[in-house]
C-alpha cells in the first residue's frame, strides 16, 4: 500500500491535502473486466488500436497463474485506477531471468500510483531472483520516462525491433 497526496481545490488560498491509499494486488481471473477497461483506455491515451479478442487473450492466462508473467492492479481509495503486466523472460548475457514491464497504465496521474505498481513488481521480481527489467515507452511519453528515472531506469543503447507473426 501506498500513499500520495492530493490538493483541495475548493480551500485555496489555505491549500489543505487528502490523503489517497493506493493499495496494488495480484489481479485474478475476476478482474479480467476491470483489467480489459483499463487496458482499452491505455490504448486510447497511447495511440495504440485496441481488439478486444486479442486483449483478452494476451490478458486472461497472466490472471489465471503465474506461468507466463503477471498482472497487478492498482487501486486509489478502493476503485480501479491503473495495472502493470510484467511477462518472464531469460537471457543468456545477464545468465538468468529478465523480465519485461509490457504496459504500465496509470488513470489518475500524480497519486503516487505508477510508483506503487513500480515498487510492487520490483519486489516481486527480487523475490523471483530477476536480474533486469526490460521496458520501453513511446517517444513523446515524457512522463512516463521521468517516471521510470525516478525509479532508476536508463535508456540504454539497445534498438528494439518487431515483427508480428
Keep these: 500500500m501506498a500513499s500520495g497526496w492530493s490538493t483541495d481545490s475548493d480551500t ?31 490504448c486510447e491515451a497511447d495511440g495504440h488500436e485496441f481488439e478486444p479478442v486479442r486483449a483478452r487473450a494476451g490478458i486472461e492466462p497472466l490472471l489465471a497463474d503465474d506461468v507466463h508473467g503477471v498482472i497487478w492492479l492498482a487501486e486509489l481509495d478502493g476503485t480501479a485506477d491503473g495495472y502493470a503486466a510484467v ?18 497504465y496509470v488513470r489518475t496521474q500524480r497519486q503516487g500510483t505508477g510508483a506503487a505498481l513500480i515498487e510492487r513488481l520490483e519486489a516481486d521480481c527480487r523475490a523471483r531472483a530477476v536480474r533486469r527489467i526490460f521496458l520501453e515507452t ?28
Design 138 to 165: 513511446e517517444a513523446g511519453n515524457d512522463g512516463a520516462r521521468r517516471l521510470y528515472a525516478r525509479h532508476g531506469y536508463v535508456a540504454d543503447d539497445s534498438i528494439w525491433m518487431a515483427k508480428t507473426l
Design 87 to 104: 511477462t518472464w523472460g531469460w537471457s543468456i548475457e545477464i545468465g538468468g531471468p529478465d523480465v519485461v514491464l509490457d504496459e504500465l
Design 12 to 42: 485555496a488560498p489555505d491549500t489543505r491535502f487528502t490523503r489517497v491509499t493506493v493499495e496494488i494486488r495480484r489481479a485474478r481471473p475476476g478482474d479480467l473486466d476491470t483489467v480489459l477497461a483499463l487496458v482499452e483506455e491505455y
